[in-house]
């Protein structure tokens, strides 16, 4: 009703027509009052709707041409973004990504990235100082631990978002007749999401990910992992920016 009444608002405003205008006007103030809905409250309502998060395109920089790593950089990066509601299209050379998504979703990857880039190349650093990936090449196990890594913390935050919006539609339905429908909400969003991104991106192929083709190091891998699931998430922003969403 919030929304009819605004609507009726904004014709009002809108229209050059002083007879439509009042017209419009009158019929707000009976579905005002026959609700008991104040007028004021519905112009907001309709403004804050219509100044609403859309999707947006965001290039990230992933490093210069020819800097070593840049494939699991890039795995790391898209690992994150698939837990948060963000789609990715990664340049030839694996020196960009362009991330389609909500703002908030968006800053949330950047956020986790930059964190969890520093702690995997620490923990990969560490692990070839200590020799535990010999006989295996250091070029070759770095490159099975970050990707390791990279998959685990994709994991986490996938199970960690899941957890969050299902916590997030039990409420909403336990508020019975009151519920916002956060379900559908979160749906809505997922094609807004989904056309955005087939209307915007340019992307002429699939990445494929990064993949050890110098060779395999189960021992790399199983410390990736172990390091995955150590890494600290911080705050968890990507379940404050999915729930941000809903609003």
Known sequence: MLARIGGLLRQAESTT???EAQA??????RLATATSIDLAVARSHTSRREQRAT????VISIGETGKKGLRTYVHLFVSIAA???VQCDVAHNSTQVFAYGFGTDIDACEALYSSLLVQMVRASDAFIKSGAHRPVAGVTARLNFQLAF???IGERLATAKKAAEAE????????GPESTGTALVLRDKQLELSDFYRQTSQARGTWRGSKATAGHSSTARRAGDRAGRAARLGH?????AATKQLE
Do not use: G, I, Y
């Open 55 to 58: 999707p947006t395109q965001r």
């Open 17 to 19: 027509n002083p007879h």
């Open 168 to 175: 997030a539609v039990r409420a909403d339905d336990a508020k």
């Open 83 to 85: 837990a948060n509601d």
């Open 24 to 29: 419009f006007m009158e019929a707000a103030q």
């Open 150 to 152: 990279a998959a685990r």
């Open 236 to 240: 968890a922003p990507e379940l404050a």
